[in-house]
């Protein structure tokens, strides 16, 4: 199995839901990553959890709210959303967070989140 | 100086003929280097990765990587319309940086394979 899921594929929310983004792997990855991607721009990293703790987190606004619950599984917790958060939402995992070899990133389908 | 520098095209070949795309980085430790596809709409798909100087091949496509120039390529050989989609290159950033860890992204060039 080397696939990265993603659920729901597509969410739409007001600015005062809260909702969550769930991604799941089952390569045995130890890393896992969130991006922002916005159109025709490159992915934005926000967070990463290496071993199920947050290792990097890119400034993000505390709306967005990440949880690693075990090795295979990492949620994006979103709340008071505004609508420039509206982006593609990808996560992506890779074996170990590292400088040099067996990083490779595999990036799952993506959620399309449009915040009104 | 942008971390990772390419050039956003668009990249007009015609059907079979090779497409070069090209990338710079400025971070001189970095080791690792991929090069990403992504249609429009769809998340990005890796489909090369080179840790180390010269070539690698893989299919119609080629790696190649120059660390004394921090220049990295990838190569496309009888390139077919379904190659369309733009291509990002992607570095991971180098042991004891700011950047290690973290892929950074070109901004993509658009590569257009016209029948």
């Known amino acids: 199995d080397t696939e990265v899921t993603q659920t729901p594929k597509h969410l739409v929310m007001g600015m005062t839901n809260k909702k969550s983004l769930k991604c799941e792997q089952h390569?045995?990855?130890?890393?896992m990553y969130w991006y922002k991607q916005k159109a025709k721009k490159p992915p934005e990293l926000m967070f990463v959890?290496?071993?199920?703790?947050?290792?990097i987190n890119e400034s993000v606004p505390s709306r967005f709210s990440p949880e690693c619950p075990n090795s295979s599984l990492l949620n994006l917790h979103l709340h008071a959303l505004q609508p420039e958060d509206s982006a593609l939402y990808l996560c992506?995992?890779?074996?170990?967070?590292?400088?040099?070899?067996?990083?490779?990133?595999?990036f799952g389908p993506g959620t399309r989140l449009t915040v009104l | 100086q942008k971390e990772v520098e390419q050039n956003s095209g668009p990249l007009s070949v015609p059907e079979g003929a090779i497409a070069s795309l090209n990338c710079t980085y400025s971070?001189?430790?970095?080791?690792?280097f991929f090069w990403y596809r992504q249609y429009s709409g769809k998340s990005p798909e890796l489909i090369m990765f080179?840790?180390?100087?010269g070539d690698k091949e893989d299919g119609r496509f080629t790696a190649q990587l120059n660390k004394a120039s921090q220049y990295v390529s990838l190569l496309i050989r009888d390139s077919q319309p379904s190659d369309s989609a733009t291509y990002l290159c992607?570095?991971?950033?180098?042991?004891?940086?700011?950047?290690?860890?973290?892929?950074?992204f070109g901004q993509g060039t658009t590569l257009q394979v016209k029948p």
């Open positions: 390569m045995g990855h130890r890393a």
């Open positions: 080179i840790y180390s100087n």
């Open positions: 971070d001189r430790g970095s080791q690792s």
């Open positions: 959890y290496s071993y199920e703790k947050l290792s």
């Open positions: 992506a995992s890779s074996p170990q967070l590292l400088a040099g070899g067996n990083n490779e990133q595999f």
């Open positions: 992607a570095v991971n950033g180098g042991p004891g940086s700011s950047n290690t860890g973290k892929l950074i």
